[in-house]
């Protein structure tokens, strides 16, 4: 079916919809979210019912997808005002963090899911929900295609397609193979549930094997090499899982083969966890070595065939083979194929990654939003408009600012670019005086054009992308949800930054990252955490303080039983082995 024809025809299946009326479209896939609003104002739609009658439409927002971007934002939205659509083609939201947990049984895979109609049907007013999937944004005509992802054979039309006022893209992102021949075909990955559940089969298959009859010790060992490719926080916590799973409770059931497990992390940079502060990756390279898994650090992958990795070694140029029984891949996302689409139309066609501004609006196309893994945050240079930053200090034309004069205006300054605070923070600068030292430490009292520009010259370096966490998506939805509460009403008294480049205010303050910490479980009741204020800590305490916090931001009540109730069981009676 052409597209051009589809929508024409689902443009006439929406005929009972005024031509004016508005769709606020939000999409939100597996794994992220974006907070954003528009400045433009739309009317609401309307058509007559009587002679003297009109009835008013709510605003339609359609949020594709149920991870934690979309979960978040519809958890926080006032829905009095809209008429929401949720389309995904998973209809739970899962707990991500502890998918590790479930490829050994540590918990069940249901225990970390909620059914996303239990969620959205405590809100007041309806949420309606549809299991498929967005596969083409038609940004011209303001539509979406969407496809519903059930194979069988039940009647029905599964295509259909949707109108949006404003669209918010959190769809997520897929693994990056980096186009390494083999990946996709002899690999698995760890991003779904299902992935999850594929290889709690697989790590038991390879025993199973093992233990057969007539094998050699060499085809032992094959079987029962675990390779994992990426040494990122969901390699690490997958090979620290496996490994206790090994050691906890398959050794017990399979203690012919005990001594023939084999687990490597190959890691293409020089440091496992390198994104966790360097006493994290040091303690967990450590702890590593203790237990036996083998660490390869400056490897990279360059193919995979059903036998064996091909690796090479960067420092030395060599290439080497490494048989495998079971690979998983974890190395980092990349953009899905809808998105790319949607890139292509709106010429972010040399992007990687889709970006936005600082309030999480789609660069080129001023009625959609993305959140999330799908996207980036582009935060506008100060250097871009240092020179009106100048202007509108120097309120005597003086052709210097002075530190009063630079005063008036630094809260606004610190609020449009974030990267000014962090940068002072960072050099630990107390406020504008030191900010407006010379190289030598002297304390000036103005400073003209250049050396305004001298000073400020560093403070873009500070710009980082996000990372593609939980945390970030779960965040950018909440924010997206108090900007839609707060849409109309403020309308008319902006909150948000000076406008340096013109008069007014901008209508809400840029979205900021709060960074509340990091975990990572290392296996044997040991976890390392990263958290704010550059404290480290390490050990078993770290442990325990894991399991509160990852029990607490459970979505609901019940998962958070369930959670608690399977490591409970675990304590007790193990982990289970069987194919179930």
């Keep these: 079916?052409?597209?051009?024809?589809?929508?024409?025809?689902?443009?006439?299946?929406?005929?009972?919809?005024?031509?004016?009326?508005k769709l606020l479209l939000l999409c939100a896939l597996s794994?992220?979210?974006?907070?954003?609003?528009?400045?433009?104002?739309?009317?609401?739609?309307?058509?007559?019912?009587?002679?003297n009658q009109k009835e008013t439409y709510k605003k339609r927002v359609v949020v594709l997808g149920t991870g934690w971007a979309a979960t978040s934002f519809l958890k926080d939205l006032d829905i009095s005002s809209y008429d929401v659509q949720v389309v995904s083609p998973r209809n739970y939201f899962a707990f991500t963090p502890l998918l590790p947990s479930v490829t050994c049984g540590t918990v069940e895979a249901r225990s970390i899911v909620e059914p996303i109609r239990n969620i959205i049907r405590k809100r007041n007013g309806e949420i309606q929900f549809w299991e498929a999937e967005c596969v083409k944004i038609d940004a011209a005509n303001k539509k979406v295609q969407c496809l519903s992802n059930i194979d069988n054979n039940l009647v029905g039309n599964k295509e259909f397609l949707l109108e949006y006022d404003y669209l918010v893209i959190a769809i997520g992102a897929q693994v990056n193979t980096f186009n390494t021949p083999g990946v996709m075909e002899y690999c698995h990955f760890l991003k779904e549930i299902e992935d999850a559940q594929k290889i709690r089969g697989s790590v038991m298959d390879c025993f199973e094997t093992a233990v057969l009859p007539g094998l050699s010790e060499e085809e032992r060992r094959k079987n029962?090499?675990?390779?994992?490719?990426?040494?990122?926080?969901?390699?690490?916590?997958?090979?620290?899982?496996?490994?206790?799973?090994?050691?906890?409770?398959?050794?017990?059931?399979?203690?012919?083969?005990?001594?023939?497990?084999?687990?490597?992390?190959?890691?293409?940079?020089?440091?496992?966890?390198?994104?966790?502060?360097?006493?994290?990756?040091?303690?967990?390279?450590?702890?590593?070595?203790?237990?036996?898994?083998?660490?390869?650090?400056?490897?990279?992958?360059?193919?995979?065939?059903?036998?064996?990795?091909?690796m090479k070694v960067k420092s030395k140029g060599e290439v080497s083979l490494v048989p495998y029984g079971m690979v998983v891949w974890s190395t980092g996302v990349s953009t899905r194929p809808v998105l790319k689409d949607f890139m292509e139309q709106i010429g972010q066609t040399k992007r990687r990654v889709l970006a936005t501004d600082e309030w999480?609006?789609?660069?080129?196309?001023?009625?959609?939003?993305?959140?999330?893994?799908?996207?980036?945050?582009?935060?506008?240079?100060?250097?871009?408009?240092?020179?009106?930053?100048?202007?509108?200090?120097?309120?005597?034309?003086?052709?210097?600012?002075?530190?009063?004069?630079?005063?008036?205006?630094?809260?606004?300054?610190?609020?449009?670019?974030?990267?000014?605070?962090?940068?002072?923070?960072?050099?630990?600068?107390?406020?504008?005086?030191?900010?407006?030292?010379?190289?030598?430490?002297?304390?000036?009292?103005?400073?003209?054009?250049?050396?305004?520009?001298?000073?400020?010259?560093?403070?873009?370096?500070?710009?980082?992308?996000?990372?593609?966490?939980?945390?970030?998506?779960?965040?950018q939805g909440t924010y997206l949800s108090r900007c839609f509460n707060r849409m109309e009403t403020s309308k008319d008294n902006p909150e948000g930054p000076r406008r340096f480049r013109g008069s007014g205010r901008h209508l809400f303050r840029p979205f900021r990252y709060k960074h509340f910490g990091q975990f990572a479980p290392l296996g044997g009741e040991q976890a390392a955490a990263e958290l704010p204020g550059d404290w480290v800590s390490v050990g078993q305490s770290t442990q325990w303080l894991w399991y509160s916090v990852y029990a607490s931001k459970q979505v609901s009540w019940r998962t958070r039983i369930l959670v608690i109730s399977d490591w409970t069981r675990r304590f007790i009676f193990g982990r289970d082995s069987s194919r179930i």
């Design 360 to 475: 999480l609006r789609v660069k080129g196309c001023d009625n959609v939003y993305a959140l999330g893994d799908c996207a980036t945050i582009d935060q506008r240079k100060i250097m871009e408009d240092i020179s009106t930053i100048f202007a509108a200090a120097d309120k005597d034309n003086s052709g210097t600012l002075t530190i009063n004069e630079f005063q008036d205006v630094i809260e606004d300054v610190l609020v449009r670019y974030p990267q000014v605070d962090i940068y002072l923070k960072s050099k630990h600068l107390r406020g504008v005086k030191d900010l407006l030292k010379d190289t030598e430490g002297n304390e000036r009292m103005e400073v003209d054009i250049e050396g305004f520009q001298s000073v400020l010259s560093l403070v873009d370096s500070q710009m980082k992308s996000l990372p593609a966490t939980a945390q970030v998506a779960a965040q």
């Design 224 to 310: 029962l090499s675990f390779v994992i490719v990426g040494g990122g926080p969901t390699g690490v916590e997958f090979a620290a899982e496996l490994h206790d799973f090994i050691q906890e409770d398959l050794v017990k059931l399979y203690p012919s083969v005990k001594d023939l497990v084999k687990i490597t992390v190959v890691q293409s940079g020089d440091h496992i966890l390198n994104m966790f502060d360097d006493r994290i990756s040091s303690f967990a390279e450590q702890k590593f070595q203790r237990d036996g898994i083998e660490v390869l650090t400056g490897c990279r992958v360059v193919s995979v065939s059903d036998k064996a990795i091909t």
């Design 31 to 51: 794994g992220g979210g974006l907070v954003a609003y528009s400045e433009s104002k739309s009317d609401l739609s309307t058509h007559s019912v009587g002679p």
């Design 1 to 21: 079916m052409r597209v051009s024809s589809f929508f024409s025809r689902a443009s006439r299946a929406l005929h009972g919809y005024p031509a004016s009326s």
